[in-house]
T-cell receptor, first 113, second 112 residues
Framework: DAKTTQPTSMDCAEGRAANLPCNHS???????VYWYRQIHSQGPQYIIH???NNETNEMASLIITEDRKSSTLILPHATLRDTAVYYC??????????????FGAGTTVTVRA | NAGVTQTPKFRVLKTGQSMTLLCAQD?????MYWYRQDPGMGLRLIHY???????AKGEVPDGYNVSRLKKQNFLLGLESAAPSQTSVYFC???????????FGSGTRLTVV
């Protein structure tokens, strides 16, 4: 799987957009970008995923650069409840249709009032 | 729809004791996984299953066994607990296709 690089931590003001970067310069053509988050003491929560195109759901938007070497997760209006560790993961979907996620250190996002 | 339910939520074991952690999902997901998370670290895959009756080893399988006799349940067993197995254990499941995982809320296990 391609390696990802994320900042260790970042702060965000409540009500503002939070932009979380992720570098994955060795990503291959059939690898997807996934984002998860883990709020303290809870299980990880799936946020969004994408291959080439930008994606949006009720939680966030995912912007993937044209060369696919980096991406940005956008939380449009951050709230205090968005304080969490955010994981960017790159993973290929194998022919067997199974995959195993490898969670790294992630970015600790702190939303401040 | 309860999602993924883990029992128990907390447990303290003495070294050498055995126990079974239960993971149950009501979403008819094919794939199920057991992870462990140690303080300040990411998740590490212990075992996983790609369907009823199947199991496979992950990154850190030693000291654990699993079974998936029913599609909705994935059991993680510790035959002889060791202090190194003190951790938070998370179960996850997902359907076939390109979807994210659904995680349980975790089991906090302490081995003394």
């Amino acid at each position: 799987d391609a390696k990802t690089t994320q900042p260790t931590s970042m702060d965000c003001a409540e009500g503002r957009a939070a932009n979380l970067p992720c570098n994955h310069s060795t990503i291959s053509g059939n690898e997807y970008v996934y984002w998860y988050r883990q709020i303290h003491s809870q299980g990880p929560q799936y946020i969004i995923h994408g291959l080439k195109n930008n994606e949006t759901n009720e939680m966030a938007s995912l912007i993937i650069t044209e060369d696919r070497k980096s991406s940005t997760l956008i939380l449009p209006h951050a709230t205090l409840r968005d304080t969490a560790v955010y994981y960017c993961i790159v993973r290929e979907h194998l022919i067997s249709n199974d995959y195993k996620l490898s969670f790294g250190a992630g970015t600790t996002v702190t939303v401040r009032a | 729809n309860a999602g993924v339910t883990q029992t128990p939520k907390f447990r303290v074991l003495k070294t050498g004791q055995s126990m079974t952690l239960l993971c149950a999902q009501d979403m008819n997901h094919e794939y199920m996984y057991w992870y462990r998370q140690d303080p300040g670290m990411g998740l590490r895959l212990i075992h996983y299953s790609v369907g009823e009756g199947t199991t496979a080893k992950g990154e850190v399988p030693d000291g654990y066994n699993v079974s998936r006799l029913k599609k909705q349940n994935f059991l993680l067993g510790l035959e002889s607990a060791a202090p190194s197995q003190t951790s938070v254990y998370f179960c996850a499941s997902r359907p076939t296709g390109i979807y994210g995982y659904t995680f349980g809320s975790g089991t906090r296990l302490t081995v003394v």
